[in-house]
């Protein structure tokens, strides 16, 4: 959260480690991991133990922005929340936990 400019030295201080402590979570929304090019790339490098994707059925769409978005953040597990009910067809969500 915050300016472009808070975001910024935000993003240098996780990527340089510059925190006392070792960061076990980032929490943000769908909409500012796809803000801007620099929080897009922010996503790619960081390599994530694990990646918490709530509303999941926001994702099934592959042809959308979010989605290719998403699919670039590098973790070892993904976990998909949603509290709408599946359809029969689960590819959309092939690509996300593969």
Do not use: W
């Amino acid at each position: 959260q915050g300016s472009l400019d808070e975001r910024r030295q935000l993003r240098a201080n996780i990527l340089n480690s510059k925190f006392e402590k070792p960061l076990n979570c980032i929490l943000t929304t769908y909409g500012l991991i796809s803000s801007t090019n620099e929080d897009k790339s922010f996503f790619k490098k960081l390599k994530l133990e694990y990646c918490v994707f709530d509303e999941a059925h926001m994702l099934k769409n592959m042809n959308s922005i979010r989605y290719k978005s998403l699919i670039q953040i590098k973790s070892r597990r993904k976990l998909l929340l949603t509290g709408t009910p599946l359809q029969n067809n689960l590819v959309e969500y092939h690509c996300m936990v593969s």
